[in-house]
């Protein structure tokens, strides 16, 4: 495989485990000079794959050279609020996301990871294979606003660097994923000045 040239700066991959056999996985975290595995599912276990439950995966991870640490903050499963800024997901897990991430938890746990990728080489793992498909691209948005480099590991090619949900809006630190129509009433209360 060849190597995707290294940018300077903190950069954090993402991965998700799918159904790869466990030697495979750490294959694909070796060409990628991962040193640390960061467990954002909020169940950390699988049946289907038991290679890559808590139980077992951190003993694989620790002969391989990798670390392994759960973050159950940034853990999936959350629960959109009824009145939710991010309707622009049609997702409801995904709108329930984005709303975590209105969270000082969440704020306080993606600023940890932001700060252990400046440290060393970290994959936040989840189990869906694609990014896009999965929680974790939610947390990439929150990485890149921090001036953190994502790229999503997917299989043996070179990483593709993860770029901002384009409906995605920002003020700070915090991001919102509003629908169009949510915008456009904004709009009309605006000051037409600015």
């Given at each position: 495989m060849e190597k995707t040239q290294l940018l300077p700066g903190p950069m954090i991959c993402t991965i998700g485990h799918s159904t790869h056999p466990l030697d495979e996985f750490l294959d694909l975290?070796?060409?990628?000079?991962?040193?640390?595995?960061l467990d954002v599912r909020t169940v950390?276990?699988?049946?289907?794959?038991?290679?890559?439950?808590?139980?077992?995966?951190?003993?694989?991870?620790?002969?391989?050279?990798?670390?392994y640490s759960h973050l159950p903050g940034l853990g999936g499963l959350r629960h959109a609020r009824k009145e939710s800024l991010n309707d622009g997901w049609r997702n409801a897990s995904f709108r329930g996301y984005a709303d975590y991430m209105q969270t000082p938890e969440f704020a306080g746990n993606?600023?940890?990871?932001?700060?252990?990728?400046?440290?060393?080489?970290?994959?936040?793992?989840?189990?869906?294979?694609?990014?896009?498909?999965?929680?974790?691209?939610?947390?990439?948005?929150?990485?890149?606003?921090?001036?953190?480099?994502?790229?999503?590991?997917?299989?043996?090619?070179?990483?593709?660097?993860?770029?901002?949900?384009?409906?995605?809006?920002?003020?700070?630190?915090n991001i919102t994923y509003p629908s169009p129509q949510r915008e456009a009433q904004a709009d009309l209360f605006e000051d037409p000045r600015k």
């Open positions: 975290l070796r060409d990628n000079e991962v040193r640390h595995v950390p276990r699988s049946r289907q794959n038991p290679q890559f439950n808590k139980e077992t995966l951190p003993r694989s991870l620790q002969t391989a050279g990798i670390g993606v600023q940890a990871v932001a700060e252990l990728g400046g440290r060393e080489r970290c994959v936040l793992m989840c189990a869906e294979a694609l990014p896009w498909r999965c929680h974790r691209s939610l947390i990439a948005d929150a990485l890149v606003l921090r001036g953190i480099r994502v790229e999503d590991i997917i299989g043996k090619g070179p990483r593709k660097v993860h770029s901002m949900t384009p409906w995605a809006r920002t003020d700070g630190l």
